[in-house]
């Protein structure tokens, strides 16, 4: 069984970081590309940020580029998302996620954004 979960989250004033992490088992973890992804209060789910099996290449959506830093690190099975120069937009629920097949998926953790 897939596990996926995530911590970090938490309150932070616009222009603060945040480092979520995500601890994964159940699965060969240096074998799957891993994403997070973030839920806008009132909002669909949307993809955040990717990165491949062995952590050589990352994308991001364009409202989080150069501000987030998706990394990995395969021999402690844990995925991160780093994120600077927070904005009150980016108040979401911030999922953890596996490119398995089916996808798997965390619980979530919530981030908030405000002064």
């Known amino acids: 069984q897939v596990q996926l979960v995530e911590s970090g989250g938490g309150l932070v004033q616009p222009g603060g970081s945040l480092r979520l992490s995500c601890a994964a088992s159940g699965f060969i973890f240096s074998r799957q590309a891993m994403s997070w992804y973030r839920q806008l209060p009132g909002k669909e789910r949307e993809p955040v940020a990717s990165?491949?099996?062995?952590?050589?290449?990352?994308n991001y959506a364009d409202s989080v580029k150069g501000r987030f830093t998706i990394s990995r690190d395969n021999a402690k099975n844990m995925v991160y998302l780093q994120m600077n120069n927070l904005k009150p937009e980016d108040t979401a629920v911030y999922y953890c996620?596996?490119?398995?097949?089916?996808?798997?998926w965390g619980q979530g953790t919530q981030v908030t954004v405000s002064s």
């Open positions: 996620v596996a490119r398995t097949y089916p996808a798997s």
């Open positions: 990165i491949t099996s062995s952590g050589g290449d990352a």
